[in-house]
């Protein structure tokens, strides 16, 4: 059972606290968040309450010059925003809205190029804020005018590392559903052309791919040739 106060002490103390302090307390909401049992969803509830999501976007503003730091926190973000029921979420997601969760997300990507931990948290915690329930329609507008490019660029940078391309391509599925031209124009296909090419084997990122580019306008090219390379415009080779 999650011990009383746990959740609101983490939270609470990240107004006060350094930069060890934020990076500890945010590592804490990770671990209380990561399984998907009743105890962590009781505890995203009490995050939520808690204005957790908020607490950790004002660590991300203040010390995104910190790798450690924008790792946790883009952590707690993704871990937070996928769990629980959608009056949860919804709650969650339009505290993110306010709180200027994905602007800070992004900013992480562009301040830490290099590193692959950071963009991998980074683009789990836009994926889980992307897809369903997006009860807030401002969330959806920040995301697809801020997040597209960003991570394109990202995973143009780490296109050997499995899990960042496959939550990358996650991310730009669920982005598509509300904007598949700026999802398009921002490169998405050349993000497929990568994985399909590394990672043919990885069903969940064929699946993904090939469900994205039905949504860009490309997704019979794709099942025609089998999840081949890109030749040219809107084709694939075998």
């Not at 860009?216 to 040739?225: C, H, R, V």
Request: net charge negative; proline share 3%; with cysteine.
């Amino acid at each position: 059972a999650l011990s009383a106060g746990v959740v609101e002490a983490a939270v609470g103390a990240m107004g006060t606290v350094g930069l060890t302090g934020l990076c500890t307390a945010c590592s804490l909401l990770i671990n209380l968040t990561v399984a998907d049992d009743d105890t962590s969803d009781a505890a995203v509830k009490r995050a939520a309450d808690a204005g957790a999501v908020a607490a950790v976007v004002r660590a991300l503003r203040d010390h995104g010059g910190d790798q450690q730091l924008s790792e946790k926190g883009a952590g707690a973000i993704g871990n937070l925003c996928s769990h629980a029921d959608a009056e949860v979420l919804s709650k969650l997601k339009d505290g993110a809205v306010d709180a200027g969760a994905v602007e800070a997300l992004v900013k992480a990507l562009s301040t830490h190029p290099t590193a692959a931990d950071v963009g991998t948290a980074v683009v789990k915690a836009l994926a889980n804020l992307a897809m369903p329930p997006a009860s807030a329609a401002q969330l959806g507008a920040q995301i697809a005018a801020a997040a597209p490019a960003a991570l394109v660029q990202s995973a143009g940078r780490h296109a050997a590392e499995e899990e960042l391309i496959d939550y990358t391509i996650l991310a730009l599925d669920a982005l598509a559903d509300g904007g598949p031209v700026a999802v398009r124009d921002a490169g998405a296909r050349g993000v497929v052309e990568g994985a399909i090419k590394r990672f043919a084997t990885n069903e969940d990122i064929m699946d993904q791919s090939r469900s994205l580019m039905q949504k860009i306008g490309l997704g019979s090219a794709m099942d025609a040739n089998k999840g081949g390379p890109v030749a040219g415009p809107g084709e694939f080779r075998l």
